[in-house]
């Protein structure tokens, strides 16, 4: 999947969240956002990725020693990820920061970000190792081409169901 689409798929993961959680307003805004933009994240490990050209120095690293579509394109990634911007948020006291919003319900917001990354690359034909390091096999439900036709009608049928869902 392009970048733009993990976006989409982010913020309606973000959208769904929100809601499930009564969030409302600004916070939901602010979360959903935080999903969009996490959904970015496992893309770091390439360098020529939308995160890793913002991210030159750790793309660059995690790409020489991890490659791309390895550890931060599974379970682990995720958890690990999710870890380190939870202890980070407690140690800033990022309660406070946006209204509504604590470090749990960001950290859930990132999560929620980073696994509707995995879900849209699993459905890509190179697939992700969602089990990785126990299982190096990648999976693929779907087979989408990356920056195809049937990936740009997916990312309209995402926009359509982001309004849906917001009015």
Known sequence: MTGSTHILIGALSGVILTSKMNIT???A???TAISAISALIPDIDMPGSKIGR???PASFILNKTVGH???MHSLLGAIITAFIVKMYLSLQHFN????GLNEAKITAGLL???LSHLLGDMMTKEGIPLLYPLIRRKISIVGIKSGG???QIFSIIL???IFKMMI
């Not at 406070?96 to 209204?99: F, G, L, S």
């Open 159 to 161: 926009i359509i169901i």
């Open 112 to 114: 929620i970000g980073y």
């Open 25 to 27: 307003g600004v916070s």
């Open 96 to 99: 406070y920061i946006i209204p």
């Open 69 to 71: 579509r390895g550890i």
């Open 54 to 56: 913002k991210a030159k």
């Open 149 to 151: 036709i049937a990936e």
């Open 29 to 31: 805004a602010s979360l």
